[in-house]
């Protein structure tokens, strides 16, 4: 048997319908009706899809009685805000550069 691929927040966020359950239940928790009645997809993808989103860390499951609700740790992105963050300070130093090359070429042919 296979293993399972190792299930992270990035495996959560990649897909723009787990995006928008997290949104959804970020702003309130919502129960698996609740949450279906709002996409054009069938009840069990959209329990597969917050299945993923409890194994990702994403989502926890509490049980109210007969209802279980679902709610957002949005605490997880941290790792997404982290990991983003590397790459924009990159990307700030190269269009800095870039700046300061255009900006001595400009100047050069001001000159001439």
Known sequence: ????????????ISDPTRRQIIELIAQKPMNLNAIAEQFDISRPAISNHVKLLVECGMVTITERGRERLCSARL???????DWAQQYSK???????SLDKFLNKTRNKK???
Do not use: G, H, I, Y
Request: hydrophobic share 50%; proline share 0%.
């Open 1 to 12: 048997m296979a293993a399972e691929a190792r299930r992270d927040v990035f495996q959560a």
């Open 75 to 81: 605490d997880s992105l941290r790792e997404v805000a």
């Open 90 to 96: 990159f990307w700030t130093m190269k269009f800095d």
């Open 110 to 112: 001001k000159s001439k």
